[in-house]
Protein backbone atom coordinates (compact mmCIF):
# COMPACT_ATOMS: atom_id res chain seq x y z
CA UNK A 1 0.00 0.00 0.00
CA UNK A 2 2.88 2.39 0.58
CA UNK A 3 4.16 1.81 -2.65
CA UNK A 4 1.13 2.85 -4.23
CA UNK A 5 0.45 5.26 -2.83
CA UNK A 6 4.41 7.05 -2.85
CA UNK A 7 4.06 6.01 -6.99
CA UNK A 8 0.81 8.16 -6.95
CA UNK A 9 2.66 11.15 -5.61
CA UNK A 10 5.77 11.00 -7.41
CA UNK A 11 4.27 10.15 -10.75
CA UNK A 12 2.36 13.73 -11.77
CA UNK A 13 5.78 15.32 -9.99
CA UNK A 14 7.41 13.52 -12.97
CA UNK A 15 5.21 15.40 -15.31
CA UNK A 16 5.10 19.00 -13.65
CA UNK A 17 8.22 19.47 -11.92
CA UNK A 18 10.11 19.66 -15.95
CA UNK A 19 6.82 22.65 -16.77
CA UNK A 20 7.64 24.63 -13.27
CA UNK A 21 11.47 24.44 -13.92
CA UNK A 22 11.04 25.95 -17.64
CA UNK A 23 8.88 28.88 -16.32
CA UNK A 24 10.72 29.88 -13.35
CA UNK A 25 13.80 30.45 -15.40
CA UNK A 26 14.53 34.23 -16.83
CA UNK A 27 14.80 33.71 -20.55
CA UNK A 28 18.32 34.38 -21.75
CA UNK A 29 19.37 37.71 -22.73
CA UNK A 30 19.41 36.74 -26.70
CA UNK A 31 15.66 35.81 -26.28
CA UNK A 32 14.93 39.34 -24.62
CA UNK A 33 16.83 41.47 -27.53
CA UNK A 34 15.11 39.36 -30.16
CA UNK A 35 11.57 39.95 -28.66
CA UNK A 36 12.11 43.29 -28.24
CA UNK A 37 13.99 44.15 -31.98
CA UNK A 38 11.31 42.16 -33.28
CA UNK A 39 8.61 43.80 -31.02
CA UNK A 40 9.86 47.12 -31.81
CA UNK A 41 9.82 46.90 -35.58
CA UNK A 42 6.18 45.16 -35.68
CA UNK A 43 5.46 48.38 -34.05
CA UNK A 44 6.35 50.76 -36.53
CA UNK A 45 5.21 48.21 -39.08
CA UNK A 46 1.71 48.59 -37.28
CA UNK A 47 1.69 52.00 -36.55
CA UNK A 48 1.99 51.28 -32.52
CA UNK A 49 4.11 53.82 -32.16
CA UNK A 50 3.90 54.22 -28.60
CA UNK A 51 4.64 50.88 -28.21
CA UNK A 52 7.36 51.41 -30.36
CA UNK A 53 9.01 54.30 -28.23
CA UNK A 54 9.23 52.22 -25.10
CA UNK A 55 12.26 50.97 -26.97
CA UNK A 56 13.98 54.05 -26.91
CA UNK A 57 15.64 56.30 -23.80
CA UNK A 58 13.06 58.23 -22.34
CA UNK A 59 14.43 61.80 -22.79
CA UNK A 60 13.78 60.75 -26.60
CA UNK A 61 10.19 59.27 -26.65
CA UNK A 62 8.08 62.55 -26.61
CA UNK A 63 10.14 63.78 -29.75
CA UNK A 64 10.03 60.68 -31.44
CA UNK A 65 6.07 60.40 -30.66
CA UNK A 66 5.77 63.84 -32.10
CA UNK A 67 8.49 63.33 -35.23
CA UNK A 68 7.13 60.35 -36.57
CA UNK A 69 3.06 61.14 -36.29
CA UNK A 70 3.36 64.00 -38.58
CA UNK A 71 4.40 61.35 -41.09
CA UNK A 72 2.13 57.99 -39.65
CA UNK A 73 -0.82 59.03 -41.85
CA UNK A 74 1.23 59.26 -45.19
CA UNK A 75 3.92 56.09 -44.08
CA UNK A 76 3.16 52.35 -44.76
CA UNK A 77 5.91 49.81 -43.41
CA UNK A 78 5.01 47.09 -45.67
CA UNK A 79 7.72 44.35 -44.63
CA UNK A 80 10.34 44.45 -42.07
CA UNK A 81 13.71 41.05 -41.96
CA UNK A 82 16.17 40.93 -39.78
CA UNK A 83 18.76 40.18 -41.69
CA UNK A 84 21.90 40.52 -39.31
CA UNK A 85 22.48 40.40 -35.39
CA UNK A 86 25.58 40.96 -34.04
CA UNK A 87 25.44 40.72 -29.95
CA UNK A 88 28.27 41.94 -27.51
CA UNK A 89 27.73 40.35 -24.53
CA UNK A 90 30.73 41.74 -22.58
CA UNK A 91 29.30 45.60 -23.56
CA UNK A 92 26.03 44.39 -23.12
CA UNK A 93 25.70 46.21 -26.85
CA UNK A 94 24.41 45.30 -30.11
CA UNK A 95 23.85 46.04 -34.03
CA UNK A 96 21.63 44.82 -36.27
CA UNK A 97 20.64 45.38 -39.50
CA UNK A 98 17.00 45.50 -41.05
CA UNK A 99 15.54 44.90 -44.48
CA UNK A 100 12.23 47.57 -44.89
CA UNK A 101 9.73 47.93 -47.27
CA UNK A 102 7.34 50.74 -47.29
CA UNK A 103 5.38 53.42 -49.57
CA UNK A 104 4.33 56.79 -48.90
CA UNK A 105 0.74 57.04 -50.37
CA UNK A 106 1.62 60.68 -51.93
CA UNK A 107 4.41 58.49 -53.39
CA UNK A 108 2.57 55.49 -54.33
CA UNK A 109 5.98 53.41 -54.90
CA UNK A 110 6.80 50.65 -52.61
CA UNK A 111 10.66 51.75 -51.68
CA UNK A 112 13.30 49.13 -49.99
CA UNK A 113 16.54 49.80 -47.51
CA UNK A 114 18.14 48.67 -45.19
CA UNK A 115 18.75 50.25 -41.54
CA UNK A 116 20.94 49.96 -38.83
CA UNK A 117 19.99 49.80 -35.81
CA UNK A 118 22.18 50.00 -32.22
CA UNK A 119 20.92 48.23 -28.98
CA UNK A 120 21.87 49.14 -25.79
CA UNK A 121 20.93 46.86 -22.55
CA UNK A 122 20.60 48.88 -19.75
CA UNK A 123 18.84 47.59 -16.27
CA UNK A 124 17.98 44.54 -18.16
CA UNK A 125 15.69 45.84 -20.88
CA UNK A 126 17.23 46.49 -24.78
CA UNK A 127 16.95 50.21 -25.78
CA UNK A 128 17.30 51.15 -29.49
CA UNK A 129 20.00 54.18 -29.41
CA UNK A 130 20.39 54.94 -33.01
CA UNK A 131 18.80 54.06 -36.45
CA UNK A 132 20.69 55.05 -39.40
CA UNK A 133 20.59 54.13 -42.91
CA UNK A 134 17.93 53.93 -45.70
CA UNK A 135 15.02 53.66 -44.50
CA UNK A 136 11.71 55.85 -44.51
CA UNK A 137 12.76 58.28 -41.50
CA UNK A 138 15.12 61.36 -42.12
CA UNK A 139 15.80 61.68 -38.60
CA UNK A 140 18.23 59.44 -36.48
CA UNK A 141 17.37 59.14 -32.84
CA UNK A 142 19.99 60.37 -31.27
CA UNK A 143 20.83 62.94 -28.20
CA UNK A 144 21.98 66.61 -29.06
CA UNK A 145 25.27 65.86 -26.98
CA UNK A 146 25.71 62.77 -29.28
CA UNK A 147 25.38 64.94 -32.04
CA UNK A 148 28.16 66.74 -30.57
CA UNK A 149 30.65 63.72 -30.26
CA UNK A 150 30.07 63.24 -33.78
CA UNK A 151 30.87 66.73 -34.41
CA UNK A 152 33.75 66.11 -32.87
CA UNK A 153 34.58 63.16 -34.23
CA UNK A 154 34.51 64.29 -37.36
CA UNK A 155 36.92 67.59 -36.47
CA UNK A 156 39.05 64.71 -35.38
CA UNK A 157 38.37 62.40 -38.44
CA UNK A 158 39.52 65.85 -41.03
CA UNK A 159 43.19 65.22 -38.86
CA UNK A 160 43.75 62.20 -39.63
CA UNK A 161 41.29 60.14 -37.81
CA UNK A 162 38.87 57.65 -38.39
CA UNK A 163 35.51 57.45 -39.60
CA UNK A 164 33.12 55.44 -38.35
CA UNK A 165 31.87 53.04 -41.32
CA UNK A 166 28.65 53.48 -40.50
CA UNK A 167 28.48 57.23 -40.58
CA UNK A 168 26.93 58.92 -43.67
CA UNK A 169 27.82 62.68 -44.36
Known amino acids: MNKS ?13 PVLMTTACPPPKEDVFVT ?3 DYN ?7 FEGASAYLPPDLRADFLEDIEKDAENLNITDFEIKDIK ?6 TAVIKVR ?11 KKGFVTERWV ?3 KNWVMMEMTGEGPWKKKVKKEKD ?3 DKEDEDKSLDGGTIKPDRKK
Open 5 to 17: RLLNFLLPLIFIL
Open 36 to 38: SIN
Open 42 to 48: NSLRWKR
Open 87 to 92: IDQASG
Open 100 to 110: LAWYKNNEGVE
Open 121 to 123: LKD
Open 147 to 149: KED
